[in-house]
């Protein structure tokens, strides 16, 4: 009995020794979370961050104009890495004139600074043709494609003349920058996930969702097994 | 038919009664253009803007409680009214509202375009006649505005909206 009860106490002690380890240097490391920083920094791991369910975020659109990228995000319109308002609609194409970056919708045209802060939106009730399918320049002047025509303008947007032209420069989608598409990424899941909660989640076993709870229930019933295995053994030795 | 797929019908029925109430929330009631030519009878003059800097943004980041998205704010005014076409936020997605003010009190508030899933009460005429003839008194309205439940953010939103048209009213008049 006494031998099978060492045999027991021992395999279960190799068995749970890796996991006692695990179990104590992260719970050393919860202890000291503030002292770490661990609640302040974020997980930057693709995989972790898959794991997580915060996947790679795919922009519907986007335009690059003159040293900017912008980009939409459902209904969010970013320049760069900045959202600087909301869209309903897709944006079908951009332009620069003077000291304007202008965005067009179905609808409307969304007006930027050149350092990409959002001026106005000018839709039907300040004459913008509706129906927009795309937005181009020629020879310096703004144009747009709609279902009912090419209509062209001056910088000032308000005055539109039906018309056509040979020689449009169409705007068109591109891809994202890979620097942009960076910090896009630090935007929407920098923060997403806290070096702390990785740990915490490592501890108790909720990094391997369900299944890991019950491997950690399981792992503390052997820590029960081999405590009670372990009294037993020298309960035996001091009779 | 047994107890069980009687309820169930039952709440499938509620739930689809439901949803297309929610449904029905979203939408443009009124595009821009008509509002305009209602509000000035077809003849529609020329729109100006006025820029947000200065005081009048700080002004205005006090009325809404948070800064204007935008640089300018475009309205429409002949020798007896303005107009405004203004957007806040509901809850989460902008409200369209459209306001018209002669003599420094409101003559009509509508939403024109509704995008959040709840609280679009706020379109009906029961409430928006509340607005009729409310003035600025010490930048707030001279008068309380009745909630609509389950709506405080949307009724939130056309309040703050109907003191900053008739402060800009007062301010580019």
Redesign the interface.
């Known amino acids: 009995m006494n031998r099978r009860m060492r045999s027991l106490h021992r395999s279960m002690g190799a068995l749970v020794a890796v996991f006692v380890l695990m179990l104590a240097t992260t719970g050393i490391l919860l202890n000291h979370t503030s002292d770490l920083d661990l609640d302040k920094r974020f997980l930057t791991s693709d995989w972790l961050l898959d794991h997580y369910g915060i996947s790679n975020v795919e922009a519907d659109a986007v335009y690059l104009l003159d040293r900017h990228t912008i980009s939409q995000f459902g209904s969010q319109v970013f320049v760069d890495a900045t959202p600087v308002t909301q869209s309903e609609v897709p944006i079908l194409g951009g332009i620069i004139i003077d000291d304007l970056m202008v965005l067009a919708t179905e609808g409307a045209l969304l007006l930027f600074t050149p350092e990409g802060e959002f001026i106005e939106r000018m839709g039907g009730s300040v004459g913008i043709p509706s129906m927009i399918q795309n937005i181009g320049l020629f020879h310096g002047d703004p144009v747009v494609q709609t279902r009912n025509g090419m209509w062209r303008s001056d910088f000032m947007l308000d005055q539109w003349k039906q018309l056509s032209l040979d020689g449009v420069g169409w705007s068109e989608p591109q891809a994202m920058p890979s620097s942009v598409q960076d910090e896009l990424a630090t935007f929407f899941r920098g923060k997403g996930i806290t070096i702390e909660r990785v740990i915490l989640d490592i501890h108790n076993g909720r990094i391997l969702g369900k299944y890991g709870v019950w491997f950690a229930d399981l792992l503390g019933a052997f820590l029960v097994l081999i405590s009670l295995t372990g009294l037993w053994l020298w309960g035996r030795r001091r009779l | 038919m047994s107890n069980y797929k009687v309820t169930l019908r039952v709440f499938a029925l509620i739930s689809l009664i439901l949803s297309s109430f929610t449904v029905f929330a979203r939408g443009v009631y009124q595009?821009?253009?008509n509002f305009?030519a209602e509000a000035f009878n077809n003849s529609v003059p020329?729109?100006k803007?006025v820029w947000v800097k200065g005081e009048l943004a700080k002004t205005i980041t006090e009325l809404l409680g948070h800064n204007y998205?935008?640089?300018?704010?475009?309205y429409w005014r002949n020798d007896q009214r303005s107009v405004w076409?203004l957007e806040e936020i509901g809850k989460e997605?902008?409200i369209t509202f459209g306001v018209v003010i002669a003599d420094n009190k409101i003559t009509t508030m509508k939403v024109l375009a509704f995008?959040e899933s709840r609280g679009g009460e706020i379109r009906h005429p029961a409430f928006t006649l509340q607005f009729q003839h409310a003035q600025l008194d010490n930048m707030q309205l001279d008068r309380h505005i009745d909630g609509v439940s389950g709506a405080t953010l949307s009724v939130r939103a056309m309040t703050v909206v109907a003191r900053l048209a008739l402060y800009l009213d007062k301010f580019t008049g």
Request: aromatic share 0%.
């Open positions: 595009t821009d253009q305009l020329k729109s803007v998205a935008g640089l300018r704010i475009r076409i997605k902008p995008r």
